[in-house]
């Protein structure tokens, strides 16, 4: 029942506030609110599908939920101080697939290690990290296709509401610097986690590969941020990079493993 109605309401708050149509336009507080009416039995269903008796789950598509569920929280919260009207359609339909493919696909099998306290603070910090930075890799795709359009007589209606590219980048890199944060913690919370589970700093697979690499793209990018004024494309490319690395750690597999292989 929850999941009927996070969907409807979705995919109807979606095609209102899709460019072009009524609800993109609006500038006060309505839009702000909307949101919240899904979003909070969405959390709901995320509570019971993660976090049931036997475990912990945190399958392909429970984890999609979660990030579609941080994604609407984010830019709901952000929309109090940016005019983001105009990226709320693109967003909630985000939502309203991920919460259908929530309810059509596995949940997953229990993660391991549960038991262990350490653990779960690593799993919930790394999580946030992966979401937030998520995020962040849909909001440049969202910048580079706003750039691209940026000097036409008449952009598209899909981008016609949006707003300025320097209020974009500027919620991009808000949303790097907080996945970087998170990610940091992620990386050192994972070595003692090694250490009580493994008996070892760290255990040298693919996750932890991709993980470090996609740290130091990340790094590199906030780093040339600051010093070299690093913006647009650049910006964009760097972002895109970080974030198909640091999924390669995790989601990529899980997917393969859950979805291709039915494991």
Same mark, same amino acid.
């Given at each position: 029942m929850l999941?009927a109605?996070c969907?409807?309401?979705?995919f109807?708050?979606? =095609?209102?506030f899709?460019?072009? /149509?009524?609800g993109c336009?609006?500038t006060d #507080?309505v839009?702000?609110?909307f949101?919240?009416?899904?979003l +909070?039995?969405?959390?709901?269903?995320?509570?019971?599908?993660m976090?049931?008796?036997?475990?912990i789950?945190l399958?392909?598509?429970?984890?999609?939920?979660?990030?579609?569920? /941080?994604?609407?929280l984010t830019?709901?919260?952000? =929309?109090?101080?940016?005019?983001?009207?105009? !990226?709320?359609g693109?967003?909630l =339909?985000f =939502?309203g697939?991920?919460v259908?493919?929530?309810?059509? &696909?596995?949940?997953?099998?229990?993660v391991?290690?549960?038991d262990?306290p350490l653990f779960?603070?690593h799993?919930?910090?790394a999580?946030s990290?992966?979401?937030?930075?998520? +995020?962040a890799?849909?909001h440049a795709?969202?910048i580079?296709?706003?750039?691209?359009h940026?000097?036409?007589a008449?952009p598209?209606k899909?981008?016609?509401n949006?707003?300025?590219? &320097?209020t974009?980048? *500027?919620?991009l890199?808000r949303?790097?610097?907080g996945?970087?944060?998170?990610?940091?913690?992620t !990386?050192?919370?994972? +070595?003692?986690?090694s250490?009580?589970v493994?008996? *070892?700093?760290?255990?040298?697979?693919? *996750?932890?590969?991709?993980?470090?690499?996609? #740290?130091l793209?990340?790094?590199?990018? /906030?780093?040339?941020?600051?010093?070299?004024?690093?913006?647009?494309?650049?910006?964009i490319?760097?972002?895109?990079?970080?974030?198909?690395t640091?999924? &390669?750690?995790?989601?990529?597999v *899980?997917?393969?493993?859950e979805?291709? /292989?039915?494991?």
């Amino acid at each position: 029942m929850l999941e009927a109605f996070c969907i409807v309401a979705y995919f109807g708050l979606a =095609a209102w506030f899709w460019p072009g /149509l009524p609800g993109c336009c609006r500038t006060d #507080w309505v839009p702000r609110l909307f949101p919240v009416i899904p979003l +909070i039995p969405h959390l709901f269903l995320l509570q019971g599908d993660m976090f049931a008796a036997d475990g912990i789950h945190l399958g392909f598509a429970t984890s999609l939920s979660a990030v579609a569920a /941080l994604t609407v929280l984010t830019y709901a919260t952000a =929309a109090w101080r940016y005019h983001l009207a105009g !990226v709320l359609g693109f967003v909630l =339909a985000f =939502a309203g697939v991920s919460v259908l493919l929530e309810a059509l &696909l596995p949940a997953g099998g229990v993660v391991a290690h549960t038991d262990a306290p350490l653990f779960k603070s690593h799993l919930l910090v790394a999580f946030s990290a992966y979401s937030l930075l998520t +995020i962040a890799a849909l909001h440049a795709g969202l910048i580079a296709l706003a750039e691209k359009h940026l000097h036409k007589a008449v952009p598209p209606k899909m981008l016609a509401n949006l707003p300025p590219l &320097l209020t974009l980048e *500027k919620l991009l890199f808000r949303m790097i610097q907080g996945g970087f944060a998170l990610l940091t913690l992620t !990386v050192i919370s994972g +070595i003692g986690f090694s250490e009580e589970v493994f008996g *070892k700093a760290m255990t040298l697979n693919h *996750k932890t590969v991709f993980g470090i690499a996609a #740290w130091l793209i990340f790094a590199a990018l /906030l780093t040339g941020r600051r010093f070299y004024g690093w913006r647009g494309r650049t910006a964009i490319y760097w972002t895109l990079a970080g974030f198909i690395t640091l999924m &390669l750690a995790y989601v990529g597999v *899980k997917f393969v493993m859950e979805v291709v /292989l039915g494991r």
